[in-house]
């Protein structure tokens, strides 16, 4: 399945911010059902896609070798509705990374109007569970979610991502 | 700068307001944050991020949390109890909360009681004016 929900990197700077681009089409199948007649694009995608963002952010911080995890929604306020034919920015800044986890703030806009606010928490899941065993290989971030880098980081080694 | 007991009280109770969804008045001093204010695991490293950013200090989730430490090695936990050498380590990395209770019956299971939002009180009391 390929559930991504951005379309590109617009900027990266390592460890600290990025802003992806995500483009609202009435291809997207879910949006002629949500809701029939008035196609928006649901919040919980909203926020997975800022999820992606400060994600992809947050495990190029630890060159990927941490299975970075959505742990925790801080917040999450929405202002405006978003409609086919939008062009959405995820504005993403890592406010505190530790071996353990990562908390983001984000903003999402559409031009200059405020979309969202929301604010997230990441757990490096390898460091925490303690007991639990995961995979070796590092299955948040395949090849698809890393080539949104290519042209913004150079990758050191391939190593981690499978 | 000293910062008064009371001061820092107050500054915990908006984190943990902001970081659990809370009202004010749950927040006591006597209230444990996973029985009473229902904090989960990953809710400690949000709380710990938002102490370091309240206070503008480093706060080492295991000295703060050393519990989790403490009930991996099974040196130290023997059936569903601490151990004499466990209750022992427990003592010595808390030493901010008060352990007389719970070594009259050291059931892990209670180990969640012992963090209080006092004792995070206590932490920070003894790290910033110590």
Not at chain 1, 94 to 107: Q, W
Not at chain 2, 34 to 45: R, V
Request: charged share 25%; with cysteine; proline share 4%.
């Amino acid at each position: 399945m390929r559930w991504i929900w951005i379309d590109k990197f617009l900027e990266f700077e390592s460890g600290k911010r990025a802003v992806a681009l995500k483009n609202v089409t009435l291809a997207e199948e879910h949006l002629h059902d949500h809701f029939p007649g008035f196609p928006v694009m649901p919040e919980c995608l909203m926020i997975e896609a800022m999820a992606q963002t400060a994600g992809i952010l947050v495990g190029q911080a630890r060159n990927f070798q941490e299975k970075v995890i959505l742990a925790k929604i801080k917040k999450a306020v929405f202002y405006h509705y978003v409609r086919p034919g939008d062009t959405i920015t995820l504005h993403a800044q890592i406010e505190s990374i530790s071996p353990e986890a990562a908390s983001t703030e984000g903003e999402i806009r559409r031009g200059h109007d405020l979309i969202a606010r929301i604010s997230l928490m990441f757990s490096h899941i390898d460091k925490n569970l303690s007991g639990k065993r995961f995979p070796e290989e590092n299955f948040v971030f395949t090849d698809t979610f890393c080539s949104l880098l290519d042209g913004f980081v150079q990758q050191e080694s391939s190593e981690g991502r499978s | 700068m000293a910062i008064s007991r009371e001061e820092i009280f107050k500054k915990v109770q908006d984190v943990l307001v902001d970081a659990l969804g809370l009202d004010e008045e749950d927040v006591t001093e006597e209230a444990t944050l996973m029985g009473d204010l229902g904090a989960e695991s990953i809710d400690f490293l949000d709380i710990v991020f938002r102490l370091e950013k309240t206070f503008n200090i480093k706060v080492p989730r295991e000295e703060l949390f050393p519990a989790e430490s403490v009930l991996n090695n099974p040196e130290f936990v023997s059936g569903g109890k601490l151990t004499a050498k466990g209750l022992a380590e427990l003592k010595a990395r808390m030493p901010h909360t008060d352990l007389t209770d719970f070594a009259k019956d050291p059931d892990v299971n209670k180990i969640a009681d012992l963090f209080t939002v006092g004792a995070i009180v206590n932490f920070l009391d003894a790290k910033l004016n110590g």
